[in-house]
C-alpha cells in the first residue's frame, strides 16, 4: 500500500492501487486475478530442521525484524517490540511503544527504535520502558537506522533527521523536495564506511551523518509517466551490500548497483518489482511482482537466471544463505531455491499466514516472521 505527501484527494487512488505503480488488469475487472502457480511435491535436498518458535502480536505492516550479533529485534502491528535470542527463540525483554506502529525496527543491538501511527519516534535501550520518544513533523514508513549513538529517521516528505541515541534530542533535520508521493513502505537507509546513504526518490544519496549535508548522488531510476503515481520510483528495502558494491531496487523501473563510498552508478537495469535485493559476491537476487524470481551478476548487471516456479504467490525480498536464495510466500510457505539456477531445494511450512517480512539471518539461524505473529527459527543442516 501507498502513503503521500500530496493532498488528500489522492488518498482513493492510492489506497486502491494496493502498492503498484498501475492498476493491474483484475483489479479493473477486465480479468480475474491471476492464480498462483501450483507447487509440485516438496524435494528436500536440503535438510532443514525447526529449531524453534515463538509468538508476537499480529504484524499487518512490513515490520522488518533487524539483527544484531546473536539478537534479533521485532514488533507488532500494535506497538509491542520484542527482543529475542536468535538461537532460542527465548524472549530477551519485551516493551510497547504506546500504540500501533508503522515503521520498525531498527537496532543496533543496545537501542531499538520504532515509529508509531501517531507519528513519534520510539526508543528502547533493552527495557520495556522506552528510553525516550520525540515527535516527527511527518509520518514515516522506513524503520529507524541506528548507529553511532545515533537515531536516524526517513519521513515521507523526504526529509532526513538525525537524533541522539540517549536522550532523544534531535541533532539535524535536512529537507529536500521531491516528486509529491512517497510509497508506503520501507525506504533505504545504511551507512557505508562514515556515509549515510539514504533512499530519495530514485536516488541513492549518500549524507555526512554529523549534519545531514550530501556527499554525493546517484541516480537509480527517474520518473516517467503521465501523472504522479506512474512517475513513482522510490529505492525499496532491503539492500544487497557486499563491501562498498550496494546494490537496490527502484520501485517498479529498474535494479541497480552503486560504489556506496564514492557514489559511482556500476550499473542498472529494468526492473518491475516491489520488494528489496539480496545478494553475494557474484550475484544479486530479486523477486518481481508477477512472482519471478530472478538473479544478476553483481559486476556488470547481466541476467544470470530467472525462475517462473512461483508465479503470483505474493513474494517477499529474498535472502542469500549458503547454496540457497530463500523467500517466503503468501500462504505461509519459505521457498528455498538455488542460488546457481533457481530450482527447488525445500519447502517450509510455517502458520499459514503470509511471510510478513524477508527472512533473516541470525547466526546459523533463519528466522521468518508471519503475518499471524508466529516468528520461526529454521537452522540448515
Not at 521485532?74 to 520484542?82: E, F, K, Y
Not at 532460542?88 to 516493551?95: A, C, I
Not at 557486499?242 to 526492473?271: H, L, M, Y
Amino acid at each position: 500500500m501507498m502513503a503521500l505527501t500530496k493532498r488528500a484527494s489522492a488518498l482513493a487512488l492510492l489506497a486502491a492501487l494496493g502498492g503498484c505503480s498501475m492498476m493491474p488488469t483484475w483489479m479493473s475487472g477486465a480479468a480475474e486475478k491471476p492464480k498462483p502457480a501450483e507447487l509440485g511435491p516438496n524435494v528436500a535436498l536440503i535438510s532443514v530442521r525447526q529449531a524453534w518458535t515463538a509468538r508476537i502480536g499480529p504484524v499487518g505492516l512490513p515490520l522488518a525484524p533487524t539483527v544484531h550479533g546473536t539478537s534479533v529485534a521485532l514488533a507488532s502491528s500494535d506497538g509491542t517490540v520484542t527482543q529475542l535470542d536468535g538461537n532460542t527463540g527465548r524472549v530477551l525483554w519485551q516493551g510497547n511503544a504506546g500504540g500501533p506502529v508503522s515503521a520498525g525496527v531498527g537496532s543496533d543491538g543496545k537501542l531499538v527504535s520504532v515509529i508509531t501511527q501517531a507519528n513519534e519516534v520510539v526508543t528502547f535501550a533493552g527495557g520495556s520502558t522506552p528510553l525516550w520518544r520525540q515527535k516527527l513533523v511527518a509520518q514515516s514508513y522506513t524503520a529507524p537506522f541506528v548507529a553511532g549513538g545515533r537515531v536516524f529517521v526517513l519521513a515521507a516528505d523526504r526529509s532526513v533527521s538525525a537524533y541522539d541515541g540517549q536522550t532523544g534530542r534531535r541533532l539535524w533535520n535536512q529537507v529536500r523536495p521531491g516528486e509529491p508521493l512517497v510509497l508506503r513502505q520501507s525506504g533505504v537507509m545504511l551507512a557505508v564506511g562514515d556515509t549515510l546513504l539514504v533512499g530519495l526518490g530514485g536516488r541513492l544519496v549518500g549524507l555526512n551523518p554529523g549534519n545531514g549535508l550530501p556527499r554525493w548522488e546517484a541516480p537509480i531510476a527517474t520518473p516517467r509517466g503521465t501523472n504522479d503515481v506512474e512517475r513513482l520510483v522510490d529505492l525499496v528495502g532491503t539492500v544487497s551490500r557486499i563491501g562498498n558494491s550496494v546494490c537496490v531496487r527502484a520501485f517498479q523501473a529498474r535494479v541497480g548497483c552503486v560504489d556506496g563510498e564514492r557514489g559511482g552508478v556500476q550499473w542498472t537495469k529494468p526492473a518491475s518489482g516491489a520488494e528489496g535485493l539480496a545478494g553475494d559476491d557474484r550475484l544479486v537476487f530479486g523477486t518481481e511482482s508477477d512472482g519471478k524470481v530472478l538473479a544478476w551478476r553483481r559486476d556488470n548487471g547481466e541476467r544470470a537466471w530467472s525462475s517462473d516456479r512461483l508465479l503470483h504467490r505474493g513474494l517477499t525480498a529474498p535472502l542469500a544463505l549458503g547454496r540457497s536464495v530463500v523467500v517466503g510466500d503468501s500462504t505461509g510457505l519459505v521457498h528455498m531455491l538455488s542460488r546457481e539456477d533457481g530450482t527447488p531445494l525445500n519447502r517450509l511450512s510455517t502458520d499459514g499466514t503470509a511471510i510478513a517480512a524477508p527472512p533473516v539471518l541470525v547466526g546459523n539461524t533463519m528466522v521468518i516472521v508471519t503475518r499471524g505473529g508466529g516468528v520461526y527459527g529454521f537452522v540448515p543442516e
